[in-house]
């Protein structure tokens, strides 16, 4: 009974959400989950700069760019195109995380990034494991990206859908971030897999191991030029 109770309570505050959402212009409910976890791990800071995988419809970028304001800069990307009206520090394209690498966008910001959040979630099948074995593959590519494009001491947010692989997610966040939580945000439907790995403060280690990696593939390049 009271399990039924809190199923139901949690259904309830989804559709509160959704309907929040649509009445406050914002593009998905799926801005609260990133509101509650900026409120409580404190993330996203005035003039950051913050690249957001797997951006669409927005609602992230909507929530990112006020909480940097103009003097910071939002940069998503999504294999869909985002069709929102967005202030001027907010940039986004089409592409595929698997085939994207975020070389170009730090160049174009003049620097890492401060943040990266990745809300990415697979087509789903209706195939349970198949479904949470590719979320945890999108979460895997996206610690990837984030050791690439973050600055020492940056943060990272990204959401998977929990299974046998947990554990080895877990372990691979403790490794790069000085602290690593699982969070499930109060607005996760009922039932929901879903959980969110929250790292706070990329190791220099790991910043500057990547920095030596990127230097010796350029070193690569040029001689075979
Ligand atoms: C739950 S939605 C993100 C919602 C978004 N945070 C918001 O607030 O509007 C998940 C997104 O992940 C994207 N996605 C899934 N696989 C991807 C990939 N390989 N590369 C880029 N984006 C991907 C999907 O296209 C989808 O739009």
Redesign the pocket.
């Known amino acids: 009974m009271a399990r039924r109770r809190k199923l139901n309570d949690r259904a309830a505050r989804h559709d509160t959400a959704y309907r929040r959402a649509k009445q406050e212009n914002f593009?998905?409910r799926?801005?609260y989950k990133l509101e509650e976890i900026d409120k409580r791990f404190r993330v996203i800071k005035p003039r950051a700069s913050v690249l957001?995988?797997?951006?669409?419809?927005?609602?992230?970028m909507q929530y990112a760019a006020t909480r940097v304001g103009p003097e910071g800069h939002v940069f998503g990307?999504?294999?869909?195109p985002v069709e929102l009206a967005l202030p001027g520090w907010v940039a986004h394209e089409v592409?595929?995380?698997?085939d994207w690498s975020p070389e170009g966008a730090i160049a174009a910001a003049g620097r890492r990034f401060d943040v990266v959040l990745s809300?990415?979630?697979?087509q789903t099948t209706g195939d349970r494991a198949s479904d949470q074995w590719r979320s945890e593959a999108?979460l895997l590519r996206a610690l990837e990206l984030a050791r690439a494009a973050l600055r020492p001491g940056g943060h990272f947010v990204g959401k998977v859908f929990q299974a046998g692989r947990f554990p080895e997610l877990l372990g691979e966040l403790r490794a790069s971030f000085q602290e690593a939580k699982a969070y499930q945000a109060k607005h996760t439907r009922a039932g929901s897999s879903e959980q969110y790995l929250i790292g706070r403060g990329l190791r220099i280690n790991i910043a500057a191991e990547q920095a030596r990696d990127r230097a010796s593939a350029h070193d690569r390049a040029d001689e075979s030029d």
């Open positions: 593009a998905a799926a801005i957001d995988l797997g951006c669409w419809p927005g609602s992230w990307i999504d294999l869909r592409a595929d995380v698997n809300d990415m979630a697979p999108l």
